[in-house]
C-alpha cells in the first residue's frame, strides 16, 4: 500500500516537478530580479549599486526631451479604449451574427480569423505598400495629383496604424466568443423568438448576459495589454517611430532591444523601474475592473 | 417595422463583414500576384496579373535571400534554406510542443491528485493570469545570459516550458470532465500511473491537445519579435521577413521579392489552417456560459 502511495507521489512529483522549478526560476527568480533592477544603477567600472528611486525618478523627468513618457500614456488609453470599443464591440456583433449562420457567416468566420493566419509582419508589408505605393498610385491616376505615401504622412499615420491593429485583432475574439454563443441553450432562444424578439434585443437581452463570463475574461485579462501592445509599431517602421507615436508596449520592446545588442544594463535598470511602475497601476487596475464588471455587469435574470 | 430593423441591422454587419472579407481576400491576390511578377511589370502594373509569370522568384528567393547576423563578435550569412527554415522549425515544433505538453501533463496532475499542491498550483495559474508583471524582458535576458542560453534555442524552449495561461485551464477541464470509469478499470487491470495517462487519459483529450498545438505553431511561425529579442543570430522566417521588408540594402529589396519571400512564409499556415480550419473553428471556450 506504501509502496503505491510512494509511486503515485513519484508520478505526481514527475509531472510537476520540472515545470514548478521552471515557474520558480523564470517566473519568481526573474520577476524578483526585475524590481533589483528596479532599485540599481550600473557601471561598466563599478558594476551594480542600489540606487534608490533614482530610476523612477528619471521616467517623471523625461531625460530626452521628447516627451516619449506622456505620447506612450495616451496612445497606450487611446488604443485600449479603441481596442476595447471598437475591437470588443465588434467582435460580439460578429460573433452574434455568425452564431445565429445569418448569410455568409461560415466564410465570414474564415476572413475574419485569416488575419491571424497570415502573419503581421506580411500584413503590415502589404498594408505598407498599398497604402505608400497603391492608393498614391490610383489617386495619381484618377485625379491627376500626386499624393504622399500615407504611412508618411503626419496626420494620418497613427490612425492608419491604429486601424490596422483593429482589423488584425478580431479572429481570436470571434473565435472563442462564437464558441461560447453556440452554449446557448436552444430552448431560451426558440422561446423568445416566439414572442417576437428582434436580433439586436436578442443580442442585448440573451446573449450579451449569458456569454458575460467570456466577456470579464477579455476584458480583465487585456486590461494589461493598456502597457504592453506595441500597436505593430515595431513591424511597420523598426526603431524608427517618432516619439508622438509611441505606446509603452513599443518603447519597452524598443529600448529592450536596442540594448541587447551591447548588454547595456543601465537600460535595463531603467527599463526595469519602468515595467514595476507599470505593474503596480496595471494590477490594480485590474482587480478594480474585474469587480466592477462582476458587480455591475448583465444580470442573466 | 420589427422585420425592417431585422433586416437593417444585419444588413449593416453583413456590409462590414464583406468590407473585410474583400480586403483579406484582395491582401491575399495581391501578395501572389506581386510575387509572380518582375519588377519592371510591378512598376507598370501595380495592381493587375502579371503579364509574365515569374514562378522563377520563388527559386530565387531561396537561393539568394540571406541575412547577416552577429554572432559571438563575428558577422555571418545565414541563407534561406536550410538554415532559416531550420530555425524556424526548430522554433516554431519545439516551441509548439513543449508549450502544449507541459499545460497538458501539469493540468492532469492538478486535476486528478486533490492535494494542497495542487490546489497552490491552480491558484498560481489564475493568480498570474489576473495579475500581470510588466517589463521583465531585461531580467529574463540577464537569466538567460548567466545560464549561457540566451541566443540559443534551447533557451526559447526553457522559457516555453511553463504551464501558466488560458490553455492549463483549457486541459484542467478538460480531465475533470472525463468520466473516471476508464482510468479506474484499468488500475484494477493493473496499468501504471503513466500507462492510464498515456493510453488512456491522453487520447481523451489528444483532440484538444491537437487544437492547442496547431494555435501555438501559427503563433510562434508568424512571430517574429521573440526570435528577434532572444535569438537574434538565429533568424526565423518571420524575422527574416521582417528584415526583408524593412531593409533597403539587400539585393532582394523589390516589391515582387518581398512578397515572394511573404508568400513562402505563409503557405504552411494557410494549408495548415485549411487541413485543421474545423477544429480550429470550434471546441475552444473562454470562461464559460452563466448558468
Known sequence: MKKKSLKKQLFYLSLVGLPFIQFLLFYCFVNFKSILFAFQSYDVVEGFAFNGFENF????????GKNTMK????????LYLWTLLFGTGGAILFSNYIYKKFFGSKLFQIFLFLPNIISGVVMVTVYKFILDQGIPLLW????????????????????????????MGFGTNVLMY???????????????????????????????????????????????????NQMSLYTFYGADVPSDMYTFGY??????????????????????????????????????IKKFLEKFGPSVD | MKKSNKLSFNFIITIILSIITLIVMFAIYWVITTSLKDNSDFRKNFFGVPSVWMFKNYISVFENFVLDVTRDGVILQVSLFPDIIVNSLLYTVGGSFVFTLTPCFVAYAVAKFDCKFSKFLYFIVIVTMALPIIGNQPAMIDLLYSLGLYDNILGVWLQKFNFLGMYFLVFYASYKSLPKDYSEAAYIDGASEWRVLLQIMFPLVKSIFLTIFVLHFIELWN???????????????????????????????????????CAIMVIPTI???????????KNLSLGGLKE
Do not use: C
Not at chain 1, 57 to 64: H, L, N, R, S, V
Open chain 1, 140 to 167: 495619381r491616376e484618377i485625379f491627376g495629383v500626386q499624393l504622399e505615401p500615407l504611412l508618411s504622412q503626419k496626420s494620418l499615420k497613427f490612425g492608419l496604424v491604429l486601424g490596422f491593429s483593429l482589423f
Open chain 1, 57 to 64: 525618478k528619471q521616467i517623471f523627468i523625461d531625460p530626452t
Open chain 1, 178 to 228: 462564437t464558441s461560447t454563443m453556440s452554449g446557448i441553450s436552444p430552448s431560451v432562444v426558440e422561446s423568445a423568438e416566439l414572442d417576437g424578439i428582434t436580433p439586436f434585443k436578442e443580442l442585448i437581452y440573451i446573449t450579451l448576459p449569458m456569454i458575460f463570463p467570456t466577456f470579464v475574461t477579455f476584458i480583465t485579462v487585456g486590461v494589461a495589454t493598456i502597457f504592453t
Open chain 1, 251 to 288: 518603447l519597452l520592446y524598443k529600448e529592450v532591444k536596442q540594448a541587447t545588442v551591447i548588454m547595456d544594463y543601465e537600460t535595463f535598470t531603467y527599463m526595469s523601474a519602468l515595467g514595476i511602475l507599470l505593474t503596480i497601476i496595471a494590477v490594480p487596475l485590474t482587480l478594480g
Open chain 2, 271 to 281: 494549408i495548415i489552417f485549411l487541413v485543421f480550419r474545423e477544429r480550429l473553428m
Open chain 1, 71 to 78: 505620447y506612450s500614456l495616451q496612445n497606450s488609453l487611446v
Open chain 2, 223 to 261: 512571430d517574429y519579435s521573440v526570435p528577434v529579442l532572444y535569438l537574434p543570430s538565429h533568424p526565423t522566417i518571420a524575422y527574416g521577413v521582417w528584415r526583408m521588408s524593412n531593409s533597403v540594402v539587400t539585393g532582394m529589396n523589390t516589391a515582387p521579392m518581398k512578397m515572394t519571400a
